[in-house]
């Protein structure tokens, strides 16, 4: 159950206001409502949205990278 039915991925629209990609460009975002991710639009990152908070971490960003970014310690 959404708090923000009427807003993409059921984020708060404030949200929205403030969400950039952590690239370099800190472009906009967008929302893909089929896979309830957020795209950037400038790399084309893809961000998971986890109890209905973006994780906007470049580890956690799948799309077009190809690092697998299991490195702690
Ligand atoms: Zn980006």
């Known amino acids: 159950m959404s708090q923000y039915p009427n807003s993409p991925l059921g984020l708060s629209p404030h949200l929205w206001d403030v969400l950039a ?3 370099e460009k800190h472009a906009a975002v ?4 089929e896979a309830s991710e957020i795209v950037c ?8 949205v986890r109890d209905g908070i ?3 971490l470049m580890d956690q960003a799948g799309g077009h990278l190809h690092e697998s970014g ?4």
């Open 41 to 48: 639009s400038e790399c084309s990152r893809r961000f998971p």
């Open 54 to 56: 973006p994780v906007m």
């Open 30 to 33: 967008e929302a893909d409502e």
């Open 21 to 23: 990609c952590p690239c």
């Open 70 to 73: 299991s490195s702690s310690a």
